[in-house]
């Protein structure tokens, strides 16, 4: 995208009416899952609920959900024809999502960890964010200054915007999942939320687990969104 076109897109938001419903998948912390969530959520909405899908790669470092898109390309796997993918790591995206939610019924963020810049901005916009999270210490441990991020977003967000931490990378074959759960619904004090830092996480019920098929998807367009299909509708039902 040009300079100038990207200043006309950003000049149509004036105009346009806001229709899309904007999920932004984001941690400031990488490795978390982020773009393997994003790209499953953006089939879900495009090909489950049939509703024309914008994905936006937000990540200002490595940008792996337009490479994920590029490959699939080049592999000759069939791209839905309602699902769009684009790089947009500007820190005026909050600007850019307004301009497009005319265009889109859904739009979906992969905000990386690489920018709280970035990631602040899209949660300006968001109705729902998704926060990945592997069931390990130093994964938990961001998530206090990812939600102080979003909650400072959200006091700029004019919609009712909802949070949910989803636990990905499970394997029950060990106790990680299950010790992790207990640390996010009864954190320890100082690693929470609210005014004494030990209040709860919202933790989606649904879990992700670690299989192949999420794990080799990458460069492809998986047909059985399997788990995400069930968070989706979860989140949706709440």
């Avoid at 999502?97 to 992969?110: L, S, Y």
């Amino acid at each position: 995208m040009n300079e100038l076109t990207r200043q006309k897109t950003l000049a149509a938001a004036k105009t346009s009416t806001w229709d899309a419903f904007v999920v932004v998948v984001g941690m400031l912390k990488g490795g978390a899952g982020k773009t393997t969530s994003a790209w499953f959520i953006a089939l879900y909405y495009a090909v489950v609920l049939g509703l024309r899908t914008l994905l936006l790669d937000a990540d200002a470092i490595s940008q792996s959900a337009y490479d994920w898109f590029k490959v699939a390309q080049a592999e000759g796997f069939e791209i839905p024809e309602n699902l769009v993918v684009e790089r947009y790591p500007f820190d005026d995206i909050a600007e850019y999502i307004q301009a497009k939610r005319a265009e889109f019924g859904a739009i979906v963020v992969d905000a990386g960890g690489g920018s709280a810049r970035i990631f602040h901005e899209a949660v300006t916009e968001a109705d729902r964010l998704i926060v990945p999270v592997a069931p390990t210490k130093i994964e938990r441990r961001k998530l206090v200054a990812t939600f102080d991020e979003a909650e400072r977003a959200a006091a700029r967000n004019e919609r009712d915007v909802t949070a949910h931490v989803v636990l990905v990378k499970a394997d029950d074959r060990t106790s990680l999942p299950r010790r992790a759960k207990e640390s996010l619904l009864n954190p320890p004090q100082g690693e929470g939320l609210g005014e004494d830092r030990d209040g709860p996480f919202p933790l989606a019920e649904t879990v992700i687990h670690s299989w192949v098929h999420y794990m080799e998807a990458f460069g492809e367009v998986p047909t059985e969104l399997s788990e995400y299909a069930e968070l989706m509708k979860e989140l949706d039902a709440a």
